[in-house]
């Protein structure tokens, strides 16, 4: 029985505002390292970036049927992410739909799966995260969920959760933990940059984190370089 | 018995000059849906786009000769389309081949394999597309077939089929059938035209293409959303 | 017993300097078609070309703590080469570690596993060659061995060894010829630019190469096209 | 914060043992075509084929310190399941642990990683699917959950779901529906006998599911075959 | 349009049986090492090995409608060859339609995609080579070719061709090449009779096929070994 | 310059029997988890398990002619280890060569690379660990070397050098290290007989190897199950 959820949540405005500018790795990190994506989702150009609310759609495999259900559930702000329901790599998205979810204000596509006309896709500046590129064509037979939670690439998505992505990926997350996260995030910026600042004066990591003491009761030991044909 | 058959059929170039501009998802749809190589064929560099008659050429795994054979069955307008007859990613192909290809008026190179020198290929913007980049050096000692049928990333390719390749991947279309399929093409191109207006103005797919009923008989429904944690 | 080699030998400046604007592939021919780095090894933008002396690193699987200790061991002209002990993709590198290979004249990163941060990477234009690309943060957990010979993407390398790096990847240089292989890389480039020149003007391989008759006695005929279904 | 749930739900013996005996393809189905785990994980020796609860388990990329913690979380009957939280094939489990599931009365493992010792697993018979073979070590240094949901292969497992598993490969049956898909399991075996014994008998599917009429408005054709050279 | 061809063509049975015993490797090669399928067509059982007359068959990805409606076309002594319009590596085929392919007297299943019910095809000693193992089912909802030439894992295959099939893989005839193609096999078998004898008594192949003067004149040279530390 | 060396040295046969019964795993860890071949060699039947001296072969891509060179440097007792110098699937080795091995008294090949008459292979018992099973022919052009160190499936492997074989893969041992891996071997075999029976006793890793205290330290906590949603 296949479902649309409708009346999905949304996270407010301002807190989705503060994760702009926030890259994949440090909420990845803020959120004790998890929510990553499949190293596989990958922009189809560089540079690129985004953060929404995530509307979730499956979709058989070779038919992107659904994705025409899931755009009518989409909202300015959201990012719309769509997982086949066994693994394929047909072009289930080109520039037509991209027309369309940019007309609703959607701010780009994380799809587990191909998509086409990517040049078209770049001229209009709709950033795509998918596992392939691929023209192959796809049908209209097979009805599935929108709006319930899905596996992709490896990470569980739940209508409304956050979505961030960038050059580096896709992370997921938990639309409950999103403050958290942000809160985290901050903190791990503003600490970086102080980081920046010594890493850049020419300081070491061994230095700045105290690493040395417990290197050497870990049995590291330094020996001088001796010649030889090895 | 390796052959190389000379004075190969070519479509007349207004019937080539249709296909300039059409991308490859374009062409693929209006041949029904054939043609695509496999999606691991990539361009090394975008955009890049060409359109083209195969000059075909069968090479040993790790042995360029018969690009050098094939270069001379090339004349002005071809794409020359290589396929080593076991899987191999070394780099066949560098900037003294394109330099000598692009003298010939070739307007790229389909590869199966790998190619090198792809910083001078960029800058000399002769494009093709491989599934893999690799500067491993080839040898010149096993002789195979030039402008014979081949089987290049899963498709079928005969001398004079026309090669249309963007940055989507490539595409091809028998020679037989060109018109034809150029003749669908514009077609689907104006009916796409007039559907991009409608998605810009904000209508759903779901309304254009008349779905609702369809999906409603596949047993699609809708529910409003309920908070879970799951 | 996890150790670091300090004081390992670099060639001298002069010599270094005659690998600039070498290929990747001219290098790799130029020491007899040995020394490349496997295929999955791929610049994280392009173009990027950079050569130096290696400095080796070993990295647990997930675990980056080694990478700051290589980092002292690190001088100007320098190229870090970093090999986990077991495949991983994993993000070792990002923005940070960077900065600080930047602030001690360290040209580029080649890492058999997944790097971070990429946009700024990019940005910073601080070269880095990786099997991946993906956010996934690591520990600091396991010590393993500094500018001992490693074995990174399939190819030996040990601490001075020359790395020369391009938009191809990355060939090794046994830093005891050095010497010898920029000689043969001189005398290449000398010989292909003639070459260039006469492909440029019209000229084949064939001809230039003389390979007709070595052809003809491996069993290569031509026949005329006639036309067929296949 | 790494966190152990304990006296986790199981279902009652008499409710597993309903899935004894039926395959992974028959339960999948009966659940709709959900639940597999990816096609990498596949069993280390043949035939195999179990059914037990779930007891789930987080590890870090080489370090397989945490399959000793849910040993003790599992009872008899129960199925360990094991997923990095980054890609790894690292040999985290051999005839040690095997030993101790076993005398636990555990009925094998499943884990989207590497395993080793498996002559010895197989002399044994105790099964595991997974999805390398390989006999790295690893380390024990980094705490993870164990029985909090995970997803293992792309699919969704939380702890005293049912695992069934055979020479197919595994699927998941969530504890709260085992009832009804048994129910559809065992409609679907009776279905399939019959269905069997008409196949047999040299029936054909085109009459036994009476699909000619559907083909022929789909618009399928026969027509007779003509010799040609394609 | 979707076709079934009909009444397509076989070879003699006397000539099909030539084919028995031989195997894979040596009709490769008998014909001029063409005719393999890539290497990732595995048997699913072994041992296994199978002669027949190839029935061909189109699938949509995740779509095995087709196969019911080829199963009709199959004839004793029939290879049903199945390949998808786009890749797929779903469970396509299982125990009902191997019921009912060895009802027809088929001999076996070649398919790049996926197949499931592994133990029962085992059981029945159905062989199967197949690119994937996997049990996830599949719809009924779109037609494709039957008995139509097609590329099956990078080979062209048309109705009435050879296959043979053993533990190294699958290998195609065409049909209006096997008599020439199993007399020179038969020929290579004879030839490796003889060499197999001279192989057991410890002769060396340097010797028995005269390789050394050859070898010499590439320039190889032989050196005795000096201990050193690389 | 392709260069056979000659007279390589081997360890003393009784040096050699120590390590015959020890696992691929148990050499591994005795070794400081050092010399594992990558995961993607596998055995072409199961059970095997040898153990020998290397003799090391680079073959160029598609040929396997230096394959015949290499056998004359066998010795009984050897291992054949043959990496391609680029990566190579294609049927380098059957059963003649294997006939021709076996004659010499070798005890099984190690290759990078694919292998061919897997089935007769495994009627003559002759043990074969390869990347690949492909019928793929090659040709005999080529001269590269023999007995010189190798890198094969990333591991560096010196002629005389310890090849340790089994289920789970591939550990070459040092040949300057053999004696002192092998009491490290005993001695973990030792204390793995003594473990092995408390495990089967049913004591817990957590207390025989006094886990608990330190998992404490590293934050891990145990919570009493909740039903959840999620």
Known sequence: MATVVTDTPRLPRSLVARFEGLGVATVHEAQGRTGLLAATM??????????????????????????????????????L??????????????????????????????????????????????????????????????????????TCAGQRVRPGDLVVADDDGVVIVDRREAEAVADKADARIANEAEKRARFEAGELGLDIYGMRERLAEKGLRYVEYVEQDD
């Open 81 to 150: 992410v769509v997982t086949p329901t066994s693994p394929s790599q047909d072009g289930y998205f080109g520039d037509l739909l991209a027309t369309s979810l940019k007309a609703c204000g959607v701010r780009g596509l994380v799809i587990d799966a191909g998509v086409r006309d990517i040049a078209d896709l770049t001229t209009m500046q709709f950033p795509v995260w998918s596992s392939a590129v691929y023209a192959q064509g796809t049908v209209k037979e097979t009805v599935c969920n929108v709006n319930m939670p899905v």
């Open 42 to 79: 990958r922009p189809i150009y560089r540079p690129a970036s985004i953060v929404g609310s995530a509307v979730t759609c499956e979709v058989a495999p070779g038919d992107n049927w659904m994705i025409h259900v899931a755009v009518e559930q989409c909202q300015p702000g959201d990012v």
